[in-house]
């Protein structure tokens, strides 16, 4: 079984900066959307950023302007870069695959951001 493995998460402060990386344990033929979500305690899971195989990208409103999604199809892999966190970014973070008739979640990394 395929799975999506996330790292790069961690402890930060206020207006700092993370990246995370997101790379399947096996190739994943015909992925057409690759996207980050995330769940904060006590919180449902929300779409953070998401981008096609053709390279539109989607972002939810509260990370807009702060957030950048990337991704290499070749290699696979996915990228987010996330400036200017505030304590609302804090949760687990999940990267996610989509191909025409599978999808592929990893198991999370966390982001926490306090002072």
């Known amino acids: 079984q395929v799975q999506l493995v996330e790292s790069g998460g961690g402890l930060v402060q206020p207006g700092g900066s993370l990246r995370l990386s997101c790379t399947p344990s096996?190739?994943?033929?015909?992925?057409?959307?690759m996207s980050w979500h995330r769940q904060a305690p006590g919180k449902q899971r929300e779409l953070v950023a998401a981008?096609?195989?053709?390279?539109?990208?989607n972002y939810g409103s509260s990370v807009k302007g702060r957030f950048a999604i990337s991704r290499d199809n070749y290699k696979n892999s996915m990228e987010l870069q996330m400036n200017n966190l505030n304590l609302d970014d804090t949760g687990v973070y999940f990267c996610r695959a989509e191909t025409s008739d599978s999808e592929f979640w990893g198991q999370g990394t966390q982001v926490t951001v306090s002072s």
């Open positions: 096996a190739r994943i033929w015909r992925i057409t959307v």
């Open positions: 981008i096609t195989n053709g390279g539109r990208t």
